[in-house]
C-alpha cells in the first residue's frame, strides 16, 4: 500500500486511479477539472488545491498529461514540482509524449537528486478500465524493479524497455510500425477487392500467410470481416485516427532528431494526416482503409 | 492416383515432383535442363522429348515456370500447348506470373473448351520439400474440389481465393504486404537501434503489442534477435531479395491495372529495387534491415 | 508535298491532319468515329473505308491513337498494317504509348522491313491546334532527318530523343518529372499557406530562387496566382489528371521493367491515383493542389 | 551609415560583415573563434569580449548562427541579449532555424519591446561573398522598410514574405521544394539512362518541356551535362547535402506542426537521410543522383 499523487484525470487517468484505489492505494489527485476529481473522492481519494500540494509526503508521483507541453509545464520552471519533490518519492510519467521533452525532464529531475522514470501505456480507454494496460518503462533496473509491482496495479504486461527515455521510444517505435500496419494491410485489402477477391477470404487466406499481423488479425479494418471491432461499427469507438496521428508526429520527431531514414513512417504519417484535414480525425484509425477505396 | 504432366523442374518444381511421385502419381515430365529429369527418372517418372509430348493422355497438367512470358510461351502461340490439350485434363499452372497473363490464359484456355487453374504457391524451397507449400487456387468451386486432393499431396494449406486469376491476385496481397512488413518492421527496430534500445527487446516488446506481425514474430531481421532465421546466418539462405522484388512488381502491375493507390506497396518497391541494384538482391530479403542502418 | 496515312482522329489527331493539310499535304484518314472524317474530308483529305486501304501507296502513316493495344491491334496480327504498308512508307507512330510495345513494334517493322519511328507529343489540344506541338522522336538519325520537316508542319520542338523507343522514354521520363513537380509544388505552396504565407508571394518568392519551376511560374496550381490557368478556372481545361496518370502509369511500367528505383514518381502516381479514385480525374491535373489542403 | 552588432562569423557570416564593412557601416563583431574576429579587425571592425558588450550603443543586431538551440541560447534566458538590447535597436536573425523557435523569439521580444526579425539568407558561400544572397524577411511592413536598404548592402533581392516567421517559412518551403526537384530530377534522369538514352540529350529535351526546373537547368545532377557545376567536379564543393538534411528537417517540423501532409518532402528527407547515412553527407547536395544509380 503507497501514498500516490495522481495528476492528470482524463479519459486515461481516472479510471487508472480508480484501479489504484480498489488495489488499497491512498491518492491524491488533481487536475483542472472537477468532474474526475468529484467522482474519485467518493470513493477515497483527497483532492488537492493544486499540484504542488498533491506531492507532499507521497511515495509516488504519477502523471497523465496528453503532450510535452503539459508535462513541461506541470514539473519545469520556477514553480515545477521538480522544485517541490521530495527526493524519497518516485516520479512516474505515464503520458506519451516526445523522447527529446522525456529525456529533458529526466535529466533535469537527476540533477535535483529526484528519480523520474517514462512509463507511457497502450491498451486505450478500455485496457485502462479493466486494468490490462500495457506499460512501457524507461529507467534504471533498480528502479524498474521499485515501481512494477505497482503498475500490475493497472495493468498487465509491464515492459523494461531500457533507460530513461526508453519508455517513450519503444512506445513510438510500436505505434509508427501499428500505423504502417494498418495503412499496409488497408491498401492490400483494397488491392484485393478491386480485383474482384472477397475481404473475408483475401483475410483469412494472408493471416494464415506471411503476411498475418495484428491488424489483420483482430482489428481489421475492412467492414464485416471481423465482428466486434470499429470497422464493422461504422469506425466508431476504439482508438481516433488524429490520437494515431500524434503518435506518428512523435515518431517522425524521434526520426528526426536521431537521423534514421523511416521512410514508410513517414509515408503513413502523410496519409493519417492527409486524412484527417479531410475530416476523419475523430474516427478510429482503421478508417485509413477508406483511403485507398475506389468508391 | 492420377496421371500428371508436370512441366518446369527448376528448384521448385523437382521437389513438387518428387512428392507426387511418393504419393503413387504417373509422371511426365519436361524441362529444358538435363539433371532434374534424370534424378526424377530414377524414381520413376518418364522422360518426355517435349512438352507437347508430356500432355498426352494425362489427367492433370502442372506447370511451374520463372515468369509470365515463359508461360505464355509454353501454351499460347501456334505450337501452344492448348492446342494439344484434351479437353478432359485439367491444366494447373503454379508460376507466379502477373495477373492479366494468368486472366488471359484462363480466357484462352477457356476459348478451347480446356479448364485452366492459376495456383501459386508459397512456402520456398524448403516448403517445397517437406510438402508443406501453401496453394492459393483461382477457379470455379467445382474445379477446385477436382484439384484439392492433389495439391495436398505436395502442400498444407490449400485456399480457394476466388474465381481465375485469383490465386495470382490473392498471392500478389500477401507478398506485397509481406514485403511491406519487412521494411516496415526493419525501420522500426532501427530507430529503435540508434535511439539506444536493444532490439531484443524492443522485439519482444513489439510481439506482444499491437505492431506484431509474421516478419516479427518468426523472421525477425535483425541478427541474433531469433535463432535460425537468414538474418542470424549472415543473410544467407530465405526468399532472396530478389524474388522479392520480382513479386512487389506484379503487385505493382496489377495495382497499375486496376488504378489502386499502394502508396506503401510502392515506396517498399523502390527500397527493394534501389537495394538490389546496391548488389543486395542475392541475400534473403530481410537484408533491407541494413538499408536503414546508420554505419 | 507528301502522301500521308494518317490514323487516329481524335482531339488530338483531328487539328494535326488539319495542320497538315493545310502545308499542303495530301491525306488519306481513317477513324472508326464518323464526325472528325467528314469535317477533314471537307478541306480536301480522303476517306478511307479501313486503315489497310489507307496505307496504299503513301510515303507515310501517321496513328495518334489512345493506348498500347491500339497501336498493337493495329499495327499487328494476321490483318494488322505491317502486313500491308510498302517498305518505302515511312511509319510514324504519334501516340504516348508503353515503351515495351513501342519496342515490340519497332521490332515487327524491322522484320518486314519496314522503318517505323516513335514521335509521342507534349502540348496538348492547344498545341495541336496552333502547331506548337513538341515531337519527341525515337529512331535511327538517318530517319529523323527525313521525318523532321514533316513534323515542323505540327509542331514547334522536334527533338530526337534517341534510336527506337527513346522518344517514348523521353516523354515517359519528362512527364513522370512533370508529376512529381506539380505534387511538389502543390504541397510546397499549402505548407506556406498552413502557416499564413499569401501564396501569391511564396510564389514569387520561390520563383526567384532554387525551387523555381514549370509548374509554379506558368502552371501555378494555387488559384489566383496566374490568370489564365487552369487553377484560375475551377480547375477547367488544361490537361486532365486522369491522362497524367496514365502518364505516370506508363513511366512506372519503364521503371519496373527497367528496375529503376523511382520512388517520388511511385508516390506521385499513388496520390493521382488516389484522387481520381475520388472523382478528380476529369478536372485539370493541377487540382492534385486540394490534396494537400487544409479544409 | 549604421552602427551594428555582427555575432556569428562562420563560413556565411564572416563574409556579410565584410560586405557591411565595404558598405561604409561600422561593425561590433562577436564570435567564439578567434580566426575570423582577426580578419575582420585588420579591415575595422571592433572585437568584442562577449556578446552582452558588442549589443550597446548599436542601431542593429545582425546574427548568423548554426541552429535554433543557439540562437534561443544567445537570446534567451537570463544572461540572453534581450535583456540587454535597447528598444532603439534592430534585431535581424539571419540563421536558418525551426519556425517555431522564431514565433517563439518574436514573442520574446515583443514582450520586452524590441523589434526582433527573422531573415534567413539563401545563396550558399559564394552568394555571400559577392553580396549576392537572396533574404527572405518576416516581419512587419514597416519593419521591412527599416532593413531593406542595410540587407541590399549583403544581398540582391530581399523579399517581404510575411509576418514575423515567414521568412523561415519562406526558407523551408523553398528548400523543401528544392530537395524534392533535386531528388525527381535525379530519378528522372536515371530512368532514362537505364533505358539507353543519354542524359544529356534528355536534360535538353526537359529543360525545353513541361519539367523544366532549376536543377535541371542550372545545377544539373548528372556529371558532364553542365559545366562548373558540383556534379562535374566529383560533387565537391557546392552544398553539402547534411545541409540540405537539415533543411528538409525544419520543413518536416513545420509540416508535423502546421498538421500539413508534404508526402514528397518526406520521402525526399528519407532519401536524403539514408543516404548521409551511407556516407554522402559532406559532397555536394546533387550526389543523391546516385542513389538512383544501376551500378
Known amino acids: 500500500m503507497a501514498k500516490i499523487a495522481f495528476i492528470g484525470l482524463g479519459n486515461m487517468g481516472e479510471p487508472m486511479a480508480v484501479n489504484l484505489i480498489k488495489a488499497g492505494h491512498i491518492l491524491n489527485i488533481f487536475d483542472l477539472v472537477d468532474a474526475p476529481l468529484k467522482r474519485l473522492e467518493k470513493i477515497g481519494a483527497s483532492i488537492c488545491l493544486n499540484a504542488k500540494q498533491s506531492v507532499e509526503n507521497v511515495d509516488f508521483v504519477i502523471s497523465m498529461l496528453p503532450a510535452g507541453k503539459h508535462v513541461e509545464g506541470l514539473y519545469l520552471g520556477e514553480e515545477g514540482l521538480l522544485n517541490y519533490i521530495s527526493k524519497e518519492t518516485l516520479v512516474i510519467d505515464c503520458s506519451t509524449i516526445d523522447v527529446s521533452t522525456t529525456k529533458k525532464l529526466s535529466f533535469e529531475a537527476i540533477n535535483k537528486g529526484i528519480s523520474m ?121 476504439g482508438f481516433a485516427l488524429d490520437l494515431m496521428l500524434k503518435d506518428m508526429n512523435l515518431a517522425m520527431k524521434a526520426s528526426i532528431e536521431s537521423n534514421s531514414p523511416t521512410p514508410l513512417g513517414a509515408i503513413s504519417r502523410n496519409l493519417y494526416s492527409q486524412y484527417s484535414n479531410e475530416g476523419n480525425g475523430g474516427k478510429d484509425f482503421s478508417n485509413i482503409f477508406n483511403l485507398f477505396s475506389q468508391n
Open 117 to 237: 522514470l517514462d512509463a507511457p501505456v497502450s491498451g486505450g480507454v478500455n485496457g485502462a478500465i479493466a486494468g490490462t494496460l500495457s506499460f512501457m518503462v524507461g529507467s534504471s533496473k533498480e528502479m524498474f524493479t521499485l515501481v512494477e509491482t505497482l503498475l500490475q496495479d493497472m495493468g498487465q504486461n509491464i515492459f523494461h524497455a531500457g533507460n530513461a527515455g526508453s519508455g517513450q521510444m519503444a512506445k513510438a517505435c510500436n505505434n509508427m510500425l501499428l500505423g504502417i500496419l494498418m495503412a499496409g494491410t488497408s491498401e492490400a485489402l483494397q488491392l484485393g477487392i478491386a480485383n474482384g477477391l472477397d475481404p473475408k477470404v483475401l483475410s483469412e487466406i494472408m493471416i494464415k500467410s506471411s503476411s498475418r499481423n495484428w491488424t489483420l488479425e483482430v482489428y481489421n479494418p475492412c467492414p464485416d470481416v471481423l465482428e466486434n471491432v470499429p470497422s464493422s461499427n461504422n469506425y466508431e469507438g
